[in-house]
Structure formats: structure tokens, C-alpha cells
């Protein structure tokens, strides 16, 4: 129900955001054009809310989602909107263009598109960092290229054999990593929707695939406890890391 905002230097807790009447499952930071530091949160009580991490306070309320809330994302370029995924297998795309600076009262947050976008569970969300597309992962086993604004269907990729937990754009190519239930991890071209590579080595469910080094390497991390560092050109992992007594 709570958001807590923690000072890196010692890890203590900065202040706590309360507003969600139910467990917030899924958070994204991003500066606005004027500056401002926004806070996007997704709850099982079905709603997104937008906080201001200066004034500590809640900007806006969306509402419309018939599920909880598990993803959501914020624009990497323009910073004028953001995109939340919902257990009722629906994208929405909440334009942050009515936000008024110093605001009393929370305003209600438009959304500007909605799609039916899978047949389970959505489970992720990444923006490209241009701006003009949406990849979606789910319980349904494929991951989903939108256009934005507007939500227009581009690539279905499909292959894995259990639900994605994780989609990323990468920093640099037309392509996309997914992690999935299957023990895998993917990287697809935008352009045809074809998986491009496939790396094994994890035991249990992959949660989590992230790019580094200007996506040349990425690293994983699963339910088996593992983080694995790889390189994507020989499709290799190059190191593992086992400290972890439970899931990461």
C-alpha cells in the first residue's frame, strides 16, 4: 500500500508515499521536461497513481483498469506520458499532458489509448527509447511490439514455452531480450518479429534480462538464486553469481 523512498548514501528511508489502498506491484521514475521528478505506481487496487518526489505528494489518480496493475513504464524521450499493463490483459497509454504545477488536489489522469493486448497476465512493459514503441510480455507465453501512441499492433514474438517476466529494447539495435519461465532468454528483431538468439543456462524461471555495454552484454537473474553476465555476439555467459540463498 506504500511506496518508501530510500537516501542511497545510507539507505535509510527518505519518506513514504501512501495512497494505494492495496499492494503496489510494479513502479518507473523518469524527469520530466520541467524538471520535475515523477514517480509512476501501479496497485492491485486497480488504479496507477502520479507522485511528485519533490513536494512528496500524489499528482494523479487513473482509473479504468478491471485487474491489478503489475507494469508499467514512462516515456524515455518526451517524458509526456506513460504506459501501464494490467492483469485484465489490457495496455493503456495516461498522457501526463494535463499535469498543473502545485496542484492541491490529485488530478484524474487521462488515458489516451487502451488495447486488448494479450490473453493472460501482463507481466512487463519497456518503452524503445525513442519513443515509438511498447513491447509487452506475458503469462501468454509472447511478447508484443505496439506503436505509440496509439497502440497499433507491429510484431507478435512468439516461441517461448512459458510466460515472459521481463522485456527490454535494446540501447543501440532493433531488438528485444525477453526472460521467460522456460529457462530462457530471447533476443527478437523488431523488424520481422524472429528470435535471433536463444541463451540457456539457467535452472528455474529467468525474472529478469537487462542489457549492458551498449548491448553487448546483458545480465540475467532467475529463481534459481543465479546472476549470469553474458555476451550477446558469441552467445556466451561469462560469469555466474551464486551468493543469493532464494530468487532475484
Given amino acids: 500500500m506504500q511506496v518508501r523512498v530510500y537516501d542511497l548514501v545510507d539507505m535509510s528511508c527518505s519518506y513514504v508515499l501512501a495512497g494505494h489502498t492495496e499492494t503496489v506491484l510494479c513502479l518507473d521514475t523518469c524527469v520530466s521536461s520541467s524538471g520535475r521528478t515523477l514517480i509512476a505506481t501501479g496497485s492491485k487496487d486497480n488504479s496507477v497513481r502520479l507522485w511528485e518526489s519533490e513536494r512528496r505528494c500524489c499528482i494523479g489518480v487513473g482509473v479504468g483498469h478491471m485487474g491489478a496493475v503489475g507494469a508499467i513504464a514512462f516515456s524515455k524521450k518526451r517524458k509526456d506520458f506513460f504506459v501501464s499493463g494490467s492483469s485484465d490483459r489490457t495496455l493503456k497509454v495516461w498522457s501526463l499532458d494535463s499535469l498543473v504545477d502545485e496542484a492541491v488536489q490529485p488530478i484524474k489522469l487521462k488515458a489516451k489509448a487502451v488495447v486488448a493486448a494479450h490473453d493472460k497476465d501482463i507481466n512487463s512493459l519497456a518503452i524503445a527509447p525513442n519513443d515509438s514503441f511498447v513491447c509487452s510480455g506475458s503469462q501468454d507465453r509472447t511478447a508484443c511490439v505496439w506503436r505509440l501512441p496509439d497502440l497499433v499492433s507491429v510484431v507478435v514474438l512468439k516461441g517461448h514455452k512459458r510466460g515472459i517476466w521481463s522485456v527490454e529494447f535494446s540501447p543501440v539495435d532493433q531488438c528485444i531480450i525477453t526472460a521467460s519461465g522456460d529457462k530462457t532468454i530471447k533476443i527478437w528483431a523488431i523488424s520481422d518479429g524472429s528470435c535471433l538468439k536463444t541463451f540457456e543456462g539457467h535452472t528455474s524461471s529467468v525474472l529478469r534480462a537487462s542489457f ?21 555476439k558469441t552467445n556466451e555467459c561469462i560469469a555466474t553469481y551464486d551468493k543469493h540463498e532464494d530468487k532475484v
Fill in 212 to 232: 549492458i555495454s551498449r548491448g553487448t552484454q546483458f545480465v540475467s537473474c532467475g529463481a534459481d538464486g543465479l546472476v549470469k553476465l553474458w555476451t550477446v
